[in-house]
Every structure is written in structure tokens, then in C-alpha cells.
């Protein structure tokens, strides 16, 4: 079976640093995904694991432990932008991906 | 710059009504994907295409029925709606992954719909 977890809503101030946690329990494992989605929104990718240790992109990184089925995304810089939910997702074979509940993240001034 | 475009953007339907619901994309993918998405419980896949002609089962694929007859389209048929069918409905496409690698999805911008 599939099981996605991470944290319903998180609230951090503008400019300050967040980091969104990601664990999951796959029959399969094709890489990990970040997804941002603003209210209303798609779904945009924003980053990719499928080797263990930290991808930097700008102001987003992304982490994997594939041994601890873990995985997190870090917000620096925090803008008032960036107030959306993070999706975080595990692919598998067919180019399938599960996706966790997202996390709601509000940036506050 | 289109990318994946659904249609129609809103729609409400009666119970037992039936529609259908398009998904086009220019990127040349192979693979396409339709999810639900409702509050608190994420993106749920529906069914899925990775070529054309193919399609195969999701997470949730009661009540709906999908068909791949050109590559570019992807269309989600609901043949006789309820209201547990009310959602939001994503439709996204990916390129062929590279070894065991996956490729990201890009998605369409959703269509909302109720069913009363």
C-alpha cells in the first residue's frame, strides 16, 4: 500500500525559514517530489529526489533518506508569495504518483 | 505556450447526468492523468494513459471511464453523476521517465465541478 504523511498547516513569518517534513510508506519508489499549488491553482513542480541527500534550486531545497522513507523541503527567505500548500508526492512505476495531503503554509508579515 | 489545458473550467450537473470532461496537451507526452482532488485528502489518481490507446486504473476509478484515441487528448467520462463526485478534476501529462528516473507531471489548471 501507499501512505504519505505530512503536517495539515504550518504558519511562519516573512523572511524567516520553514521546513516541511514528508514521510512515506510505498510498495514502490521512483523518486520524490515537491509540488507548490496557490489557492485555486495547479499544481507546479517544484523539485525532484531519487538519490539520497539535499537538491538546492534558489531559495528551495529539497532532502531524501530513502533508508527512512523521509523527505523535506526548505523554504528560506520566506516571501508573502510563497503562502500556498506544498504537495509532496512519490513516484512509481508508469509514472504514477501518489501524493501526500499537502501542507498549507501561510506566511505572515 | 498552452502546455495542458482542460475544459470546460466549471460546471454544474444534476445527479445522473452524464458529461465528459477534455484534456488536451501540446507537449507531445506520452503519458496522460486524470486526479480528483478534494479538501484535506490531496491529489487521488482516477486513471491513467501511457500511450496512446492505453489506459489502465487509478486509486479511484469507480464511476468514471477514460479513453486515449489520439495521443494529444485524454477524456474523463462520467456516466451517470453523483454527488460524491463533486471535486475539483486534474488533468496532467508526463514525459516518457528516463530509466528508473520519473519525470515530473504538468498539470491543467482544473475544472470544478458539482453535481446537485
Known amino acids: 500500500g501507499q501512505n504519505i504523511d505530512q503536517p495539515t498547516e504550518m504558519t511562519a513569518t516573512e523572511g524567516a525559514i520553514v521546513q516541511i517534513n514528508c514521510t512515506y510508506q510505498?510498495?514502490?519508489?521512483?523518486?520524490l517530489f515537491w509540488y507548490q499549488q496557490h489557492a485555486g491553482e495547479a499544481p507546479t513542480f517544484l523539485s525532484y529526489?531519487?538519490?539520497?541527500g539535499l537538491e538546492e534550486k534558489g531559495r528551495f531545497s529539497s532532502f531524501l533518506s530513502r533508508s527512512k522513507g523521509y523527505s523535506y523541503l526548505l523554504l528560506k527567505e520566506l516571501q508573502m508569495k510563497d503562502s500556498a500548500s506544498y504537495l509532496c508526492a512519490v513516484g512509481a512505476a508508469g509514472n504514477k504518483l501518489t501524493f501526500g495531503g499537502g501542507t498549507r503554509v501561510l506566511v505572515k508579515p | 505556450n498552452a502546455g495542458v489545458t482542460q475544459t470546460p473550467k466549471f460546471r454544474v450537473l444534476k445527479t445522473g447526468q452524464s458529461m465528459t470532461l477534455l484534456c488536451a496537451q501540446d507537449?507531445?507526452?506520452?503519458?496522460m492523468y486524470w486526479y480528483r482532488q478534494d479538501p484535506g485528502m490531496g491529489l487521488r489518481l482516477i486513471h491513467y494513459?501511457?500511450?496512446?490507446?492505453?489506459?489502465a486504473k487509478g486509486e479511484v476509478p469507480d464511476g468514471y471511464n477514460v479513453s486515449r484515441l489520439k495521443k494529444q487528448n485524454f477524456l474523463l467520462g462520467l456516466e451517470s453523476a453523483a454527488p460524491s463526485q463533486t471535486s475539483v478534476y486534474f488533468c496532467?501529462?508526463?514525459?516518457f521517465g528516463q530509466g528508473v528516473a520519473d519525470q515530473p507531471q504538468h498539470f491543467g489548471d482544473g475544472t470544478r465541478l458539482s453535481i446537485l
Open positions: 507537449m507531445n507526452h506520452e503519458y
Open positions: 510505498t510498495s514502490g519508489f521512483n523518486g
Open positions: 494513459s501511457v500511450g496512446e490507446g492505453t489506459t
Open positions: 496532467a501529462s508526463s514525459p
Open positions: 529526489n531519487v538519490l539520497d
